[in-house]
């Protein structure tokens, strides 16, 4: 699963903030950044606090039926105007910039985010790649600039530096469009020292791309808002493809039991709820990975957010009597599939011995062996994880040893089994393998529902991914109800515009014809 929210930092590597061009720079500009950074403080902070004190900003156009209102205790939001009922589009907005990741630039179109057959590679640049000269004609005015710093550098800037190298070049075109940028909030006091110092060396790097005249203060408030702010964008799939900044959406506040989502068709942002909404109710979306377990929830929101997530999942576990599934390990009993607590590591103990609150008994476990058979696991997934590309039966060979281990230990909702699960699925189908990889997918449909709200994406993707294997078995009435299964939820979290939703709704039709011509009850001509 990809959370919707950019890692922003992750996503530079270490190899461009070490970059000897980048750190010879910065240690001759040393001084001097950290004068302008002092005069520019000031500055800076309250303009950021006139921004986030601005209910005022009078100009911002948000949905027919949402409004903006500021709280103590999350600063701005959306709130609902009237009841909405389920499967509504909340918002809808195109990027203020918006960049295809590098390891995906030569398999989407870096102007509408489509994923064609056939790709037009930029000739100039050889980088960037387009699905029609319509779309390349479209965003020549951001790239030809661009393109011409792609063939001078020899190192390709990141999508991270791409991005904000983008949001410079249309603020030097567009100053009055870029308030929305300025009117992000920057957390700006509350990174940490050494963030503060690799935005600084980051900013050499776009100063190398763009010709600006941004003082250092300014820029490493650009790269804070960034980091708070932007999106990954995410194919129909929900797999993220790239990063872009949606200047509405940002004022959206997070919950892990969000009442809307973000979906794209291509660069193109929708919020959609999954739950209906109440008159007054704020609106929320999730800024992480949902099937991440609680404490790892919580803790990259606090790092990368900096708020503690106070919803009622967070709550829930809390308390030491509810078991989150998500790292739990799985009761013993047989037939009894509850969540069992795994061992603390800080805990010294060896024997541990906890009472299943399902089945009542009490299942004993030796820690240090528990740890080390989920240590074993990861290791055997992470080789076949390597192996992906290269060689897909031991790849798959791999996995199948980390599941072996999982699959008596662990809960059938922990992350570590529904990340081995869905690689296994996407392996066996590229070998052929339906039985396998039909066994999986029904079990991952079984995890999400047990995760997630009933109108949750996931569910219906991997309806669809299950519908599909069915087909291609030749396991039409299954497949067909899957398709339709999965319909019925793309419906309400894509929306029936959607790309996404109107192919399902096309293969279903074109089936439904099929079997009828098969069956005799359809004229063909
Ligand atoms: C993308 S912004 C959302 C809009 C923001 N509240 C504002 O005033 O611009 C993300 C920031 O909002 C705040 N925030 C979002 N969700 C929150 C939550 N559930 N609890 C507390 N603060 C939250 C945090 O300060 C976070 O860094």
Redesign the pocket.
Known sequence: MTPPRLSFIDEIDDEVVTNPAVRKINQNDNTQMSKTEETNLAEIKSKNQAA?QSSTIKDLKLGNNVYMKETT?????IFATENIKLGESILEEKPYAAVVDDNNLDKFCSGCFAKPAKLLRCSACNLLHYCSEKCQKSDWKQHKEECKTFVRLKHKPPASIRVICRILRKHSDDKDSYTAIEN??T?RTKFKQEEIETFAQLSILVKECVKISAAAGEMIDLFCRLT??SFSVLDAEMIGIGVGIYTNT??????CVPNCLAVFDGSKLMVRNIRPIQKNEEITITYTDLGLPTMERRRELNER???L???ELCKRYEFKENVDPRNALRCKTEGCLNPIEPPNPLDLQEEIVVKCSNCKQNISYDAADVENQIKESIDFYEKGMNLLTQDEKRAISQLERSFELQKNLLHISNQNVIKTRKSLIELYSKQRNWPMALSHSRQLIDVYRFLFTEWHPLIGIQLLVTGRILLCMHQDDEGMQNLRDSLRILEVSHGYQHNLTKSVADILKQMEREIAIRQGKFDCL
Do not use: D, P
Not at 250 to 255: D, E, G, R
């Open positions: 986030v205790e999350k600063g701005r939001g992000l909030n957390n708070c702010n940002a004022l959206i506040n997070h919950s957010y900096f708020f997530c106070r919803c």
